[in-house]
């Protein structure tokens, strides 16, 4: 049972209009969310992160949303650019005592077209 | 400024034959970690390690081993390679424990006919 979910495989947008990535989670007990990206041929890179003491985190073009109740996160990218092209990966973590472990959902292919 | 590698990036075996994916960072984070990555599931856990020494299980450890003998290095190893292991390897690492970042390594395809 997937505890972390992105429903759509792909999205596609024009360059200039807003994208936006959904996750949803299953497990109450996470209590920080992250994102990343990854281009063909390399490892993800991380993108931008929220604690759940937050709902919301700014960094430039990228704002990450987060609704704990309804647990869905969002990743706002605004406005896209070709570049934006990717995989996004959404992951969530429990701060405990294992230590910092991610658990991911199965990535969102985003393309921008110019 | 190497950061975080993987050797080799691309790599084709036979069912049955032993396989090492070799991880090396320059970072001296503590944590490492081994993800594969399939179609429709992401990126799954395999191991992780807290510290030379010390390793853990992930969600699918089953048909891997691994060893950190050096806080530098974190070999997986396929002891007798299914099909099933036909997959992208990443290696990651970060600094401490906690909701830290995680450094990802560029990956291994491995294919297992």
């Known amino acids: 049972d997937q505890q972390v979910k992105q429903n759509s495989p792909s999205l596609s947008v024009q360059e200039g209009r807003i994208s936006i990535l959904n996750c949803d989670y299953t497990n109450s007990m996470f209590d920080y969310f992250l994102w990343y990206k990854k281009y063909p041929a390399e490892g993800p890179t991380f993108l931008i992160s929220i604690s759940s003491i937050k709902d919301k985190n700014e960094d430039g073009r990228f704002t990450v949303f987060l609704n704990k109740s309804a647990k869905h996160l969002s990743l706002h990218i605004v406005p896209s650019q070709p570049g934006d092209s990717a995989v996004y990966f959404c992951a969530a973590s429990v701060n405990n005592n294992a230590g910092n472990m991610l658990t991911f959902g199965g990535g969102t292919r985003l393309m921008v077209k110019p | 400024d190497a950061g975080i590698t993987q050797s080799p990036r691309y790599k084709i075996t036979e069912t049955g034959r032993q396989v090492t994916l070799m991880c090396h960072q320059t970072?001296?984070?503590?944590?490492m970690f081994w993800y594969r990555q399939d179609l429709g599931h992401g990126l799954r856990l395999i191991y992780y390690s807290a510290a030379a020494d010390i390793t853990d299980k992930g969600e699918v450890p089953d048909g891997y081993v691994v060893s950190r003998s050096k806080t530098e290095n974190f070999p997986l190893t396929l002891e007798s390679a299914t099909r099933s292991q036909t997959s992208v390897y990443f290696c990651?690492?970060?600094?401490?424990?906690?909701?830290?970042?995680?450094?990802f390594g560029p990956g291994t395809r491995l294919t297992v006919l």
């Open positions: 970072w001296s984070h503590s944590y």
């Open positions: 990651a690492s970060s600094v401490r424990r906690g909701q830290d970042t995680q450094y």
